[in-house]
């Protein structure tokens, strides 16, 4: 039988890091559809590189939060406002949490599996960022019973995302041809269809083969319910600019098969999750403030 019609219910329970803990309570008022989920979260949070665009200038101290994983702490820190005001009431711009497009898809996917509906955390790459350029990227998707497949939501593309971008799909519904996971971008530069220097983050100009591989690991790491930091790093993940051996390139390549279909893989990707090279240990290192951290 077909996987992904007969077993999602594993995605509609709260994972290590999709928790809101103590903080379940504050779900309780924020709308149920989709659209809902993600207008109130552009409410609460503010992405550390676009805050700008908000007249909102952060301090190293505010930027700290991006740090945060679980999603627990995120709403410790949305719910730490002097007005004690529910999540349904949008934060101005200089109150709101600063994150980044993994913080947006995991408060998502948190509030979406409160209410017992399968979501997960995809990690890949976006096209509608910059021109002729695959930006790395988080997004949500949800399983619809009703149309009998699984949903992207971009919940970060909120209104000034949509000036500034000139976005030209349904942020709750978003096409995969316009996000790519990390598996069909690997995918697709494998068999010569795509550039894999043109997958990465443009901003500090860096791409290739080994950011393509990272996402690849944290795409399956998210579909076993671990939904890791943008740099967090472990196991054969490649380093900035290292080359991929042999060895690695076919590891990869199994996994890119298994992550694109994930629930029709479900048996073969949970034994090859299981691989010590692959798997999250306890400790994982942050890349950006260059040191090992527990999850």
């Keep these: ?58 301090t190293d101290a ?27 009431v949008p934060r101005v711009p200089e109150q709101r949490v600063a994150g980044n497009c993994r913080h947006y898809s995991l408060l998502m996917v948190t509030a979406l599996r409160a209410r017992g509906v399968p979501a997960r955390a995809r990690c890949g790459f976006g096209d509608y960022f910059v021109d002729n350029w695959y930006e790395d990227h988080w997004v949500a998707e949800y399983r619809s019973t009703e149309q009998g497949r699984w949903i992207m939501v971009d919940a970060q593309l909120d209104a000034r995302h949509h ?12 096409p995969r041809d316009r996000f790519l996971v990390a598996g069909e971008a690997w995918a697709r530069c494998r068999a010569g269809e795509a550039d894999p220097d043109t997958f990465g983050l443009r901003g500090i100009d860096e791409s290739g083969w080994w950011w393509i591989a990272g996402n690849l690991m944290r795409d399956a790491a998210a579909l076993h319910g671990v939904e890791l930091l943008p740099w967090d790093a472990w196991g054969v993940m490649p380093g900035p600019f290292e080359k991929i051996d042999d060895e690695r390139m076919a590891l ?18 949970r034994l090859l ?23």
């Design 62 to 88: 505010d930027r700290q939060t991006v740090h945060l994983r679980r999603a627990d702490e995120i709403l410790a820190r949305i719910a730490d406002t002097p007005d004690d005001q529910p999540l349904t």
């Design 1 to 58: 039988m077909d996987q992904d019609r007969t077993d999602v219910s594993r995605f509609a329970q709260p994972g290590r890091l999709s928790s809101a803990g103590s903080y379940a309570s504050l779900l309780d008022a924020v709308p149920s559809d989709p659209a809902g989920i993600a207008r109130t979260i552009q409410g609460l949070l503010i992405h550390e590189h676009v805050a700008g665009e908000y007249g909102v200038t952060l």
């Design 273 to 295: 999750y299981a691989d010590k090279r692959l798997r999250v240990p306890a400790v994982v290192t942050n890349g950006l403030r260059a040191r090992d951290e527990p999850i």
């Design 163 to 174: 000036e500034l971008l000139d976005l030209d799909f349904d942020i709750t519904d978003v």
């Design 252 to 269: 990869f390549d199994e996994l890119a098969r298994l992550t694109r279909e994930p629930d029709q893989h479900a048996d073969e990707l």
